[in-house]
């Protein structure tokens, strides 16, 4: 067995990113970045006004109270276009330029107005609600490194930047195989020595959440004719998943079948637990992922290894997993030569300090329990026993 961070690195390190295209500004949520976004505009492109008030002179208002004559307004779309002389002010409104002459903007609470003049009641230094030019950024600034998976604000700030059209990754395209002669879709008639594959749909949801686009293939039995067959289907694709046949068993053919003249075994068989029997390598050039038949360990693996690979193949910089920290509400055992994936639940206390309880049976086929799980309690292989209050790490799953 290899451990569960050396499987990670030669999974990440047979991918490339997938090619790239151009989607318009309102279509690029969620997908990464494939070129450096430059600024096409200085933002604010002139100084602008924060509040709703006065612009005038700061050397007019060093005593007050004092009482100017009002010139002009400027609001946002329509500036004043005239200068501010001595002992004059324009009325000025949030997001206006700031006219010329005036350095400071007296807000609106702290004058009295009457007819055409404007008394000042209190003072305001040079620069005193401005928005100076270019606080934002500058034309030709950095605004958004490639690699980066844009989020509703990375929008925001790409249009703000001035690009319409947004160069991607595509989404990686995942073929995903289910096998063995027991499985049926869900709906279809069930016989009695069979059971229902809802690890297919899982894990297409899972591909959806990563960035990819899933393509189901039909189940295949566990005949090696057929799943060679089926391989060859998946033909086009980024990326194999195979469900099941990865194990020990005489009915475990996948695992046989790759590794047979014309496909590539790297890895099989991993040091974490649920999900032990996981193998990579490729058919050609189709990398594929051949992961467990029981559905904890089909998402357990499909979390640790499929969602860090579709990051890779959507051209994601940095593939990490986001963990944090919180105390486990129960003593936990010396950990084996595996590294474990315990599900649990979290909540916080009335301290505020996240607690985490994991589930009472931690059984690979549990999908229920899965379900019921919002995060996993993450132990090292050899981790010692814990009493109940310790510090462990932990990964949300209410995005997965």
């Not at 997001?95 to 209190?122: F, K, L, M």
């Not at 050609?284 to 499909?302: K, R, Y």
């Not at 944090?324 to 505020?352: C, F, K, M, Q, W």
């Amino acid at each position: 067995m290899i451990s569960v961070a050396e499987a990670r690195q030669r999974i990440l390190a047979a991918l490339r990113p997938v090619a790239t295209e151009t989607v318009a500004l309102d279509q690029a949520w969620g997908r990464v970045l494939a070129n450096d976004l430059m600024a096409r505009r200085t933002q604010p492109p002139f100084a602008v006004s924060a509040m709703d008030g006065y612009a005038l002179r700061s050397l007019d208002i060093a005593d007050v109270p004092i009482r100017l004559h009002c010139v002009g307004r400027s609001q946002a779309g329509a500036g004043f276009t005239g200068s501010v002389g001595v002992a004059e002010t324009v009325r000025i409104f949030t997001g206006a330029p700031i006219p010329a002459g005036a350095d400071t903007v007296v807000v609106q609470e702290n004058t009295t107005v009457e007819d055409d003049h404007v008394t000042i009641r209190e003072t305001a230094p040079s620069g005193t609600n401005i928005r100076a030019t270019g606080i934002d950024f500058t034309a030709g600034d950095l605004g958004l490194k490639r690699g980066r998976r844009l989020s509703a604000r990375d929008i925001g700030l790409a249009g703000a930047l001035n690009h319409p059209w947004i160069p991607v990754h595509r989404r990686p395209r995942v073929a995903i195989l289910g096998t063995g002669d027991e499985v049926v879709l869900p709906g279809e008639p069930v016989g009695h020595d069979q059971i229902i594959g809802a690890n297919g749909p899982a894990l297409a949801a899972l591909v959806r959440a990563a960035g990819g686009e899933p393509m189901m293939l039909p189940i295949v039995g566990d005949d090696a004719d057929a799943i060679r067959s089926a391989f060859a289907s998946a033909r086009g694709c980024d990326l194999l998943v195979t469900i099941g046949g990865a194990s020990a068993g005489d009915h475990d053919l996948v695992r046989i079948v790759v590794g047979q003249p014309g496909t590539q075994l790297d890895f099989w068989k991993i040091a974490m637990r649920p999900g032990k029997p996981l193998l990579f390598g490729a058919i050609g050039d189709l990398p594929i992922l051949g992961l467990p038949g029981n559905p904890v360990s089909a998402m357990m693996t499909g979390l640790i290894f499929l969602r860090p690979a579709i990051a890779r193949l959507c051209g994601m910089s940095n593939v990490t997993d986001e963990t944090e920290t919180a105390l486990t509400d129960r003593d936990l055992p010396a950990n084996s030569v595996r590294h474990d994936y315990i599900r649990a639940t979290r909540t916080v206390d009335s301290d505020g300090v996240a607690r985490v309880v994991p589930l009472a049976s931690q059984d690979s086929s549990l999908s229920r329990a899965l379900a019921d799980a919002d995060c996993l309690i993450l132990r090292a292989p050899h981790d010692p026993a814990l009493p109940a209050g310790s510090p462990v790490r932990i990964m949300r799953l209410e995005t997965f």
